[in-house]
């Protein structure tokens, strides 16, 4: 069983800096592709992913510059630092697994197996 466990969202200042970590049980996470989307109303949208071996990251064009997705293998978590954080990016995140090499663009939601509980982001103007 695979469960994935985010922490570090709140509420912080426009401007500010958040960083997200997702720590991922189970062996299958050095080979999982990881990615965060986040969700403020209907529908959940991609924010960044990361590839096992770390060298292949991807972002959405409104958090481009801003955020960074990183992983560390011996901690089995992903983090997700957020910088010049903005009321927009107001949202609940999500980590998201790829654990079977599933077909798909890293941005759609369908590509991955597992997901997290979610953890609130609130950026006040």
């Known amino acids: 069983q695979v469960q994935l466990t985010e922490s570090g969202g709140g509420l912080v200042q426009a401007g500010g800096s958040l960083r997200l970590s997702c720590v991922v049980s189970?062996?299958?996470?050095?080979?999982?592709?990881m990615s965060w989307f986040r969700q403020s109303g209907k529908e959940r949208e991609f924010v960044a992913a990361i590839?096992?071996?770390?060298?292949?990251?991807n972002y959405a064009d409104s958090v481009k510059g801003r955020f960074t997705i990183s992983r560390d293998h011996a901690k089995n978590t992903v983090y997700l630092q957020m910088n010049s954080l903005k009321p927009e990016d107001t949202a609940v995140y999500y980590c998201?697994?790829?654990?079977?090499?599933?077909?798909?663009?890293?941005?759609?939601?369908?590509?991955?197996?597992?997901w997290g509980q979610g953890t609130q982001v609130t950026v006040s103007s």
């Open positions: 189970g062996r299958t996470f050095s080979r999982a592709s």
């Open positions: 590839g096992w071996s770390t060298a292949t990251t």
């Open positions: 998201a697994a790829d654990v079977y090499g599933g077909s798909g663009s890293f941005n759609r939601k369908n590509k991955y197996d597992y």
